[in-house]
Each structure stands twice: as structure tokens, then as C-alpha cells.
């Protein structure tokens, strides 16, 4: 296809890469080339200059123009945009035949030093980067410019960047002739000549160095200790962190393979080449705050991103308080790092150099301000709210080319900033070798780390719990409890909560609790305190306080000398101090507390708590009050509702939890019986009313296929809440009207925690049903958990799972002995020959199989199956009947 016809049906995607973000740089450099090759004319550069019309009429026209120059000069033009554009702008783009090295040699070479400024322009701009100031003062020496001139090309209205200060340099050289142009070229000339070193400290100015040296100080100090669950007791990083299960997200059509910190940033998995933005996405408590700050250290130490100059990382919780309009130079010294050198100079060499810049912004579900597409900043100098800065950054409006890394929630996560993800990577929490490496690094005597990992293996439940990071900290921190604990072991997510509760205050006053029940007597009202704060920056997204909140909730010193608040460093402009709970999830905690220990709550609190899909939040006008009401969100606040509703629905799951049999002693002590039992009741009926929902919307099977229920992650978020309350009756209730064969539970966030509570309640099913599970995180933990249902499934589908020869083993012993089952699905997981004995053993023993599915797909890092596993899969195979698919 030629060149002309190419640039004619890729018009507007290039004009696109063209002016990429507002940004001129791209055009200019492309301007650069066409003059050295004589494609343009000076007064057709003169003219198409962006900076002194639009960008967009400037790119139009250069395609216009260059159009009908001909087959060579479109040629030429996509050669230049071939050179120019990054490898992400140029996805889906034709140049056609580019053309080689060598493109000037058609040409003469330049004679006059004018001409050399114009053939040898794009490398000009290159080599005065850093040195304009310089060549100035040289020129300003010699007497070719004046000082005035000299002033006019570093105008910061003029010069936004030192490409910009360069390109005017050398029009305004060229304009004042030969000598001038000589003087810039002898000055160039003996710049190339200095060392290597000397080079080096010259394209990096001093001020640039120490800015660098001081920014990784201060990262290298802010992550010396973990920063997460309030940095309590000071641990060290470097020995307790554990690396978690770190995928891409599906969808991405990459094979699931494990993950490293620098694969953030890497190729694999790619969705969207042109944009910026990588989204670290996992579930609260599965360890995104510390991966993040784990590569700040590693970056700060030069260990990793060795290849980025600077790094600035953000906590949007700590944005949210920032009410004040602020321009990107705030955001950056203000919130980072504040430079002792030139400002200007380091400002302008970040402008420059977006490609060394890494920008990491922690927590993105408690950013608590609106986002909006309406109004996009480009100017780097223009203040504007700090929603606006964020969401300029992010959708590449401004500093477009800096890599941003965002961990968020991915519910948190609408279609409108998605739009500008780059890729999307998954942390799914700790597997079996990092909760026991996590133990042992915390408690670094042995007999104690080997005595609690005992207890966890022979307590699945509470093993799938430490699955999620900050469950694996609680249990480890509150280790005496959990070994004096011989006969109530924890087995659910408010059992956990309850201990680490009890560990604080057994901690602060050892001589009043000497027995858990005492607390309750006497501690009532510390609970209200702490959990009407909770409760009121829930509904408004406040996930930092200050001493004024604290006072409107009564919250005294003696409570925040608990523990469950820390002091929050960081904020920008305040000498007042803050406060955080240590988790987020800890304030659902004591939010939960608070519903289920006053007295006053309003009727249709807990209702309204399950029925979340109408956007309803809890709004406690006064904690302490005659009522506890509910409103409805305005319209104006919307754009938080998916983060709010994640925490409320972690909060009514600690609610069903508290409320349960297994907790409801402790409320009794200070909390009248009909009171406790009225909510119970409440949260079983809304927990009823809830499924009945799901079910009542199946639709009817297509003749001659099963009837099947795709289950939602809100359906997911119900069964763990009736896990929590550990009722068989709820359990037996909730799935007693549900009438499907097939059960599709894909790409649901499914782990070892959801698995315990899918299998307390679907192994209460009447009839059996298939269960569809692929595409999450069961593992082999999750998969034990599964064993107690699976009598009453006849078929279990495990794709991409994360299941070893481990897993697989287990199954096939436990449903061996069942009837009903009779296909299983194992596509993509992690099995070798070690675990086609067992599987050969099963089809043995077990003549109804009728169906085995497993991929063989040794490329994809999957499954290790060789010719050794085949021979022990045919032997199982030898005699067997009833076996009609194998994949």
C-alpha cells in the first residue's frame, strides 16, 4: 500500500498519537526530522509551529501539507513518526516500507553552519538538553544575542520544557547567521569532546543529583518499617515481608504464571498499549499497600526500576484531605519531597524526562473526592483540584508518559478510569509456603512459629483466613491467644477480629482482663466511641481523623491508647494531628460494634445495611442520640458508592458475625437479650430475602441444556455472611428453594475464606448440582475447604485455580466415595506426573467417571504432564468403561 494512501486511511490515528495527551513534543520532533530532510521548507516549519497555533491545527496541517508533497515526502513523514511515537502510540499503526539508515545521504551535505543547525537539528535538541543555560551565556559572551534574548528563550510562558528552550534557541541562532550559528556549534563541539563522567554529571546538573539523593533517602526511610495495620510494633520490612500471589488479571489472554515486583511494570499482560496506568487490584487485606511499599525500597536501595530516576509516591487517603487547588509542582514537593535546589530547574527536567519518572498512588478505593471527565488538565502550572490533578495524571492529559502504578479495590474501579488502565495486576493474597514463611519470619522463635503452624494445619478454616495477609498478621500478633484458645478455635472472620480485640485490651489493663468476659462489662462504651467514628467516616469515605472528629464522638485519649488508632504522618499543610484506624478493615469492625451495641438503633438499620443495591448508607445524625437513621446518597456523592458499599458490606458481614451464637454471650453482658435476639433475627431475614432475590431471577434453561444460576459477587458476599453467623438452620434455609443444576461461580474473586463459607452452605443442597469455579484463586487450600460440599455436586470445574498434585490428591480420595460425582475440569493449573497415580487410582475405583478434562499445555507454564504421567493415566484407564471425554 503506498505511503500517500497509508497517512489518507490512518488520518485520524495519527493525528491521535500526534497530539497524545496535549502534549506538543511528539509533533515537534517529528517537525525536527522533516526539516533536517528537507521536507519542509523553514517557512513551512515557521507556520505549522505548535506553539504558535493550536496542536491539533498544527498536526491537521502538516498532513495536509505533507499530502501533497508526494509518494517520498509521505514516506519520509511516516519514517519520522515511525522514529518518534513510543511503541504503546504505535499499536495498530501501519508505516509501511520505512525507510533505513541513511535517510540524508540523498542529500548534500551541509556547507554553511546555518545549514548544519537545520540538517543536524533533531540531534541538536538532544545534545543541548541540559545545556541551554550554557550556550547562552556563551552566545550572550560572544555578543550574538543580548541578555534580553538570552531571558526571552528561557521564559518559562515560552519554554515549558528544555526540548522547547532548545528548539528556540537554535531558531533564534539560526536567524542572527553564520557566526552565531559557528559560535553554538564550537560550543556543542566541545561539550562532545569532555569525558564520559563529565558528560554524565553534565546531562544530570547537581541540583538534579542531590533532589535524587534526598528523594531516595526519604523513600528509603518511609519504607524501613512496615507502613501497614498502623505500623505497629515497628517491624523491620526486610524481615517480615512475604511475597503474595501476584497474577495478571483475567481477561488479559496471558497464562496465569506467578508474577515478580518488576512484572508490574513489564509487558506481560497488556490490554490498553496506550495508556499509562497499571492497577494493582486485590481485596481489602490481601497486601497492596505493602507490595507498593516493598518497591519503593527495593527502587529506593537502586535494587529494582534502576531505570527511573524518581519516584513519587502518593497515599490517596492522605490526597482526600487536601481541600485546597494545587498544581502538579505541589503535589510532587509538597506531598513527596521538597527539593533544597533549583525548583524551576528540577521542575522543568521532570516536564522533560517523563519516561525516568515512576508515580505511585496507594489506595485509590479511599479517595474520597469526584472524578470527572469534564474538565482534563494539560497545563502543568495550572492549579486546579486535587480530583483533577489525580484523574488528569491518570487518563495521560497530563504528564503523559510517566508510568503510574494505582492499587485499588477493583470494584472501586469504574468503567470511566478503566478506560485509561494500561494493564490490570492481581494480588491474591498469601499461599500455604508464604503463610508459613510470613509466621516464621514474625516470630523468629522457632518453637513457637512450629506451634502455631500447627494449629493452622489442623484448623483448615482459620488456615484459608490466613490466606489474606492482614488475617495472617492478626493470628500471628495474637499468638498467645490463639495457643491458650484450645477449645473455641477461630474459624471465621469475626473470630479473628474478636481475638485481636481481646489481645489490645488484655494489653492495656492485664490487671482487668484477666478474663475476656470482663472487657464487655466494663468497655461498652469504648466500643460506642470508636464505632460511632468508624461508623461516620464510612458513610462519608473519612478514613483519617481529626482531634474535631474525635471529639464529636467522644473519643478520649485513654481509647486511642488502645492501639486501634494510630497517628496519620503525611499531611500536606496541617500541624493538627490525625488519626487512622490500623485497617480499614478494622473500622468495619468497630462499625459492626457499634450496630450491634446500641441500644438506639434505629429498626431498619440492619435491613437497610443488607440491602445495599439501593444505595442506601447509614448516616448516624447523633451516635449517641435517640436514632440511628438511614439516608439516601445524593447524586453529587455517587462516585464513592462502590467503595463505600465494599467496606459496609465488610461491615454487615462482622455484623452477622457478632450477632451469631458464638459471640452473642459477650453482648449479653452488657446488652439486653430481646435486643440481641430482635437483630439476629433481622439479619437473618434480610439474609434470606437476599438470596430469594438471586434466585428468583434464573432464567429458564434452553431445551436440551441444564438449568443454571450464574452467581454474582454480591451472591458470594450473602454466603459468607451466613458462614459468619455459623447457623445451620440460616444455611439449610438459604439454599432449601433453590432449584438448578449448575451452579456458575466464574471470575468471582473465589479464595480458601470464600470456599469455607460456599461449602457450609451448599452442603445443606437437596438435590446435587455441577459447581463451576474457574477463573479464580481455590488453590489447594480452598479446595479442602470445598471437600465437605462435594457429595452433593456432580461435577466441579477448576480452571486456572492455582490446584497442585496436592490439591488433586485430596479430591480424589474424598470423592471417590461419592455417587453423585462424576466430571471434574482441571484446565491450566499446576499438575505434573506426580499426580496422574492418583488420578489413575480414582478412575480405577471409581467405573461412573464419565468425564476428565485436563490440558496438557506444557508452553503455557501450567500443567507439567510428560509421557511418564500418560503411561500411569492409561494404566488407570485399562478397564475402565464408563470414561467419554478426555481432553
Keep these: 500500500m503506498s505511503a500517500e494512501r497509508l497517512l489518507r486511511i490512518q488520518r485520524e490515528r495519527l493525528l491521535g498519537a500526534l497530539c497524545c495527551g496535549g502534549m506538543t513534543e511528539a509533533l515537534e520532533s517529528v517537525l525536527d526530522l522533516l526539516l533536517a ?198 517491624l523491620s520490612l526486610d524481615d517480615i515481608y512475604t511475597e503474595g500471589l501476584l497474577e495478571v488479571a483475567q481477561g488479559s489472554r496471558e ?265 464487655m462489662t466494663g468497655h461498652t462504651d469504648v466500643a460506642l466511641r470508636l464505632g460511632c467514628l468508624a461508623l461516620r467516616g464510612l458513610e462519608s469515605a473519612h478514613y483519617v481523623f481529626s482531634d474535631l472528629d474525635l471529639v464529636k464522638c467522644g473519643v478520649t485519649e485513654d481509647d486511642i491508647a488502645l492501639g486501634f488508632l494510630v497517628h496519620s504522618e503525611g499531611l500536606s499543610g496541617s500541624d493538627d494531628k490525625h488519626y487512622e484506624f490500623l485497617h480499614v478493615t478494622m473500622q468495619c469492625f468497630f462499625a459492626a460494634l457499634f450496630v450491634t451495641l446500641n441500644d438506639d438503633t434505629n429498626r431498619s438499620t440492619i435491613p437497610k445495611l443488607f440491602n445495599l443495591y439501593k444505595q442506601q448508607v447509614l448516616v448516624p445524625h447523633d451516635c449517641f442520640g435517640p436514632c440511628f437513621s438511614l439516608q439516601q446518597e445524593s447524586e453529587s456523592k455517587m462516585h464513592t458508592a462502590e467503595s463505600k458499599k465494599a467496606n459496609l458490606q465488610i461491615m454487615a458481614t462482622f455484623v452477622s458475625g457478632l450477632l451469631s451464637q458464638r459471640h452473642r454471650n459477650l453482648l449479653l453482658l452488657s446488652r439486653p437479650a430481646g435486643a440481641i435476639e430482635r437483630k439476629f433475627r433481622q439479619v437473618a431475614r434480610a439474609l434470606s430475602q437476599g438470596l430469594k432475590k438471586h434466585f428468583r431471577f434464573i432464567p429458564c434453561p434452553v431445551e436440551g441444556e441444564k438449568k443454571s444460576m450464574h452467581a454474582m459477587p454480591e451472591f458470594v458476599w450473602l454466603i459468607k455472611c451466613i ?47 455441577g459447581l463451576q469455579l474457574d477463573y479464580n484463586s481455590v488453590g489447594d487450600v480452598g479446595l479442602e475447604q470445598l471437600l465437605s460440599c462435594l457429595h452433593m455436586c456432580n461435577s466441579l470445574h477448576l480452571r486456572n485455580n492455582n490446584v497442585t498434585d496436592e490439591g488433586v490428591h485430596r479430591l480424589t480420595e474424598k470423592v471417590v466415595h461419592f455417587e453423585n460425582f462424576q466430571k471434574i475440569a482441571l484446565f491450566n493449573n499446576k499438575l505434573t506426573d506426580a499426580c496422574m497415580l492418583h488420578i489413575a487410582e480414582f478412575l480405577k475405583a471409581k467405573q461412573n467417571f464419565i468425564a476428565l478434562r485436563q490440558a496438557l499445555c506444557c508452553r503455557l507454564g501450567n500443567n507439567y504432564i510428560t509421557a511418564v504421567g500418560a503411561e500411569q493415566l492409561a494404566e488407570g484407564l485399562r478397564g475402565h468403561r464408563s470414561l467419554q471425554f478426555l481432553g
Design 255 to 519: 497464562p496465569q504464571q506467578p508474577l515478580g515486583l518488576e512484572d508490574i511494570l513489564g509487558p506481560v499482560g497488556t490490554l490498553n498499549a496506550e495508556a499509562d496506568t497499571v492497577l494493582l487490584s486485590g481485596e481489602a487485606g490481601s497486601g497492596k499497600s505493602t507490595l507498593l511499599q516493598r518497591l519503593h525500597q527495593l527502587w529506593a536501595r537502586s535494587v529494582a526500576l534502576e531505570h527511573l530516576l524518581l519516584l513519587f509516591p502518593f497515599s490517596c487517603r492522605r490526597l482526600s484531605s487536601e481541600d485546597r487547588e494545587v498544581t502538579l509542582r505541589d503535589l510532587l514537593f509538597r506531598h513527596c519531597c521538597w527539593p533544597d535546589g533549583d525548583h524551576e530547574m528540577l521542575f522543568r527536567y521532570i516536564l522533560d524526562n517523563p519516561h525516568c519518572l515512576l508515580f505511585t498512588f496507594d489506595g485509590l478505593d479511599e479517595f474520597r473526592h469526584t472524578f470527572s471527565d469534564e474538565r482534563r488538565l494539560c497545563c502543568p502550572t495550572e492549579p486546579a483540584p486535587v480530583s483533577t490533578v489525580l484523574f488528569s495524571l491518570l487518563q495521560g492529559s497530563l504528564m503523559q508518559g510517566v508510568c503510574k502504578v494505582v492499587t485499588s479495590r477493583p470494584e472501586a474501579v469504574g468503567t470511566s478510569l478503566r478506560r485509561y488502565i494500561r494493564k490490570e495486576v492481581q494480588l491474591k493474597g498469601f499461599s500455604p509456603e508464604a503463610i508459613n514463611s510470613f509466621v516464621q519470619n514474625h516470630h523468629r522463635d522457632s518453637r513457637v512459629s512450629v506451634h502455631i503452624l500447627d494449629i493452622l494445619r489442623s484448623n483448615s478454616a482459620l488456615f484459608g483466613l490466613c490466606h489474606i495477609p492482614v488475617l495472617c498478621w492478626i493470628v500471628s500478633k495474637c499468638y498467645k491467644e490463639l495457643l491458650s484458645s484450645s477449645v473455641n478455635q477461630p474459624r471465621t472472620f469475626t473470630d479473628v477480629y474478636v481475638m485481636i480485640l481481646q489481645h489490645f485490651m488484655q494489653h492495656r489493663h492485664p490487671q482487668q482482663c484477666t478474663m475476656w468476659m470482663n472487657w
Design 37 to 234: 530532510w528537507d521536507v519542509l521548507q523553514w517557512e513551512d516549519y515557521q507556520i505549522l509551529r505548535p506553539s504558535e497555533r493550536p496542536l491539533y491545527h498544527s498536526a491537521r496541517e502538516l498532513l495536509d501539507l505533507v499530502g501533497s508533497k508526494g509518494e517520498v515526502a509521505c514516506e519520509l513523514l511516516l519514517t519520522a513518526l515511525n522514529d518518534i511515537l513510543h511503541k504503546a502510540q504505535k499499536v495498530g499503526l501501519s508505516f509501511g516500507a520505512v525507510r533505513s539508515d541513511g535517510l540524508g545521504a540523498q542529500w548534500p551535505l551541509p556547507t554553511t553552519a546555518v545549514q548544519t543547525l537545520q540538517v543536524d537539528r533533531p540531534c541538536l535538541v538532544k545534545r543541548l538538553r541540559g545545556h541551554v543555560a550554557a550556550a547562552l551565556d556563551v552566545l550572550v559572551e560572544s555578543g550574538d544575542l543580548t541578555v534580553y534574548e538570552s531571558d526571552e528563550v528561557q521564559l518559562p510562558i515560552h519554554t515549558p520544557s528544555q526540548q522547547a528552550s532548545a528548539r528556540r534557541l537554535l531558531d533564534l541562532v539560526r536567524s542572527k547567521g553564520e557566526c552565531a550559528a559557528a559560535i553554538l556549534l564550537q560550543f556543542l563541539h566541545k561539550l562532545e569532546n569532555l569525558s564520559t563522567s563529565h558528560d554524565k554529571e553534565k546531562a544530570f546538573p547537581a541540583e538534579l543529583l542531590q533532589y535524587h539523593k534526598k528523594l531516595r533517602s526519604s523513600v528509603s526511610a518511609q519504607s524501613l518499617f512496615l507502613s501497614t495495620y498502623g505500623g505497629t510494633g515497628s
Design 723 to 769: 458462614y459468619e453467623t455459623q447457623d445451620e438452620a440460616i444455611a439449610r434455609a438459604a439454599v432449601a428453594k433453590l432449584q438448578v443444576e449448575h451452579l456458575k461461580l466464574t471470575y468471582c474473586n473465589i479464595g480458601p475464606v470464600e470456599c469455607s463459607a460456599l461449602a457450609y452452605v451448599l452442603q445443606h443442597l437437596r438435590s446435587p448440582v
